[in-house]
C-alpha cells in the first residue's frame, strides 16, 4: 500500500506548507530512508532513528515506552512500522502516550501493523505456516505475523517476538484512547493494517 504525499496532505493541510519537518522513525530495524513511505521522502522530512536494538545502529537507543531523551512537542511525525506489536498489551497505551507526548500540536502519527483479522481468516483455511510473501527478513507466514519472524527468533533476537496483537477495531480505539482527535483505519495488501492518527481537527 502507498501513502502519497497528496494522500498525506489531504488529511494533514499543513502539509501543503513545504518547510523542514521531523520525523521519528519509532522501532527503526534495518530499514533505510528508502523503505519510509513515499510521503516522508521529500527533502522537507528529516528522520531520527529510534530502535531497541543496538545492533541496527539507531541515531536514539530506546523503547517507544519510554523516550525521555525526546522533548515534548518536538517532533512533526512518528512513523512506527511493525513495532507496537512487539509491545506487551498493558504496554501499548504508554507507547501511544509517549508519541503523543512528543508530537507538535499539530503533528500526527502513521502505523502499520499485522491485521488479526486477517490472519486469522488465514488460519482457519489451514494456511498457518505457508509463505505469503517476501520481506526484507525472509519468507513470512501468519505464524510469522501472530507471533514473531520466527527465523529472526531462532538466530536469538528476541526483539522480533510479538506479544500483542491488533483488529482495526482495537488499533482505532486505542489512538481514540491516547487522546488522538482524529484516526484513520485503512486496511492494507499485505495482511497488515495502517493508522493515521492527529493531534487537532
Known sequence: MKITYNDLASFIPALRQHIPRTLLNAGC???GRERLPECFQGPDWTEIRLDIDPQVRPDILGQVTRMELIDDAS???VWSSHNLEHLESHEVPRALAEIRRILKPEGFVMITLPDLEQIAQLVTEAKLEQILYQSPAGPITPLDMLFGHQASLAKGNKYMAHRTGFTA?????????AGFIEVRILHGKSFNLWAIAKMVL
Do not use: H, I, Q
Open 29 to 31: 530495524g534495518t530499514a
Open 169 to 177: 477495531d482495537r488499533l482505532g480505539n486505542c489512538l481514540v484512547e
Open 75 to 77: 517532533m512533526d511525525a
